[in-house]
Every structure is written in C-alpha cells, then in structure tokens.
T-cell receptor, first 114, second 115 residues
Framework: AQTVTQSQPEMSVQEAETVTLSCTYDTSENNYYLFWYKQPPSRQMILVIRQEAYKQQNATENRFSVNFQKAAKSFSLKISDSQLGDTAMYFCAFMLQGAQKLVFGQGTRLTINP | EAQVTQNPRYLITVTGKKLTVTCSQNMNHEYMSWYRQDPGLGLRQIYYSMNVEVTDKGDVPEGYKVSRKEKRNFPLILESPSPNQTSLYFC??????????????FGSGTQLSVL
C-alpha cells in the first residue's frame, strides 16, 4: 500500500519569505502522479501543483515549485515570496497511474505572518 | 460553471438516525468518490465509482453506503451513524485518463457531527 508522510504539522513564516514544505511517500510502483493541495479556512480543496513521476523536470506554477526526488521518494513544495493568502493547510497527495484514488499526507498547517 | 455541489454544508445528527449527503457534478465526469478528513490523518477515500452502477470500496468503507444511479449524482448514505463518523466529508469527481484527468474537483465539504 502507498503511504504519504508530511513530517511538519505546522509552519510559520513572515510575509515575503520563502518556505518549503516537506513530503515523502512510499511505493513500489514506478508510474504515478504527485499533487499538492491547499485548503484555506473556507475548507475548499484547491489544486496547487502536480507532477508526473516519469518527468524529471520539476513542476512550477508561478510562485509555487516542487523539488521532486524520485529515488529518495521526496516531493517538497516551495512557496516563494509568500503572501498572507497562502495561509492554509497544505496536503501532499499520491495517485497511481491507472487509479483514481488520492492517498493524502497528514497535512501541514502554514501560517504567513504580516 | 464547472462544479461539484455537495449538500448540506453542516449537519448535526444523533446516533442511529439515517442520513444522506448529496453530491452532484455538472462536468460529465466518469469518476466520483467520497473522502473523509480527520485531524492528523489527512483525507481518506471511503468509496468510489467508475461509472453508473459501478462502485467499489475505498480505504474506510465501514458504516457507509453509496449508489450511482445517474452519472451526475453520487450520494453518501449513513444508515446508522455513530460518533466515530463525526468528520469533514468531501465528494470529488474527475474525468479519468492522463494527468489532466487525474485532477480531482472537490465539493465544498460537509461537516458532520454525530451526537
């Protein structure tokens, strides 16, 4: 079975700083997808960024980028120039190719301070 | 507007009183699923459906039922709710194949409290 681990329950940084959220996963499969979801206080689940395991190039979406280390089974999220609106719970998630189930990590609560 | 509509947003009930949480999507998606979110555990899949009349168990199916009689609807049924089913519930849908098809569209969540 696949598992996803987020070892940082909470993080707090100042506005405009860069912050990195950690995520590791465990799988014996070779083909899969990885995702980061943001959940603000509204509870809405918002897709931040996604990565296909076969692509070596790290995905980027504006201020959000990932560091995907397939051999180490690591998928960290970097938020540059953090903004107050980035305050949220962030979930790392895994999906096998051919499946539709997301396996989520425990979440990291990120607070951006003014 | 493409969306997954989930109702109700909040629900307080008592042990043993049957309830249904509705979920509807307007994107003609093949896949629909239910997740529950609990502190420290993230989200876990309860049930999923690959098409009309095709459903299967996820990781935590005990105490839940689902049905998929129409492509757009995927209700979650708790026939005899218990306090350990107090949780935040999400319905999600997705198209299917490829990376874009793996993008799940989530409903706005249902906070359920079972007293």
């Amino acid at each position: 079975a696949q598992t996803v681990t987020q070892s940082q329950p909470e993080m707090s940084v100042q506005e405009a700083e860069t912050v990195t959220l950690s995520c590791t996963y465990d799988t014996s499969e070779n083909n899969y997808y990885l995702f980061w979801y943001k959940q603000p206080p509204s509870r809405q689940m918002i897709l931040v960024i996604r990565q296909e395991a076969y692509k070596q190039q790290n995905a980027t979406e504006n201020r959000f980028s990932v560091n995907f280390q397939k051999a180490a089974k690591s998928f960290s999220l970097k938020i540059s120039d953090s903004q107050l609106g980035d305050t949220a719970m962030y979930f790392c998630a895994f999906m096998l190719q051919g499946a539709q189930k997301l396996v989520f990590g425990q979440g990291t609560r990120l607070t951006i301070n003014p | 507007e493409a969306q997954v509509t989930q109702n109700p947003r909040y629900l307080i009930t008592v042990t043993g009183k049957k309830l249904t949480v509705t979920c509807s999507q307007n994107m003609n998606h093949e896949y629909m699923s239910w997740y529950r979110q609990d502190p420290g555990l993230g989200l876990r899949q309860i049930y999923y459906s690959m098409n009309v009349e095709v459903t299967d168990k996820g990781d935590v199916p005990e105490g839940y039922k689902v049905s998929r009689k129409e492509k757009r609807n995927f209700p979650l049924i708790l026939e005899s709710p218990s306090p350990n089913q107090t949780s935040l519930y999400f319905c999600a849908s997705s198209l299917g194949s490829g990376l874009s098809g793996r993008k799940l569209f989530f409903g706005s969540g249902t906070q359920l409290s079972v007293l």
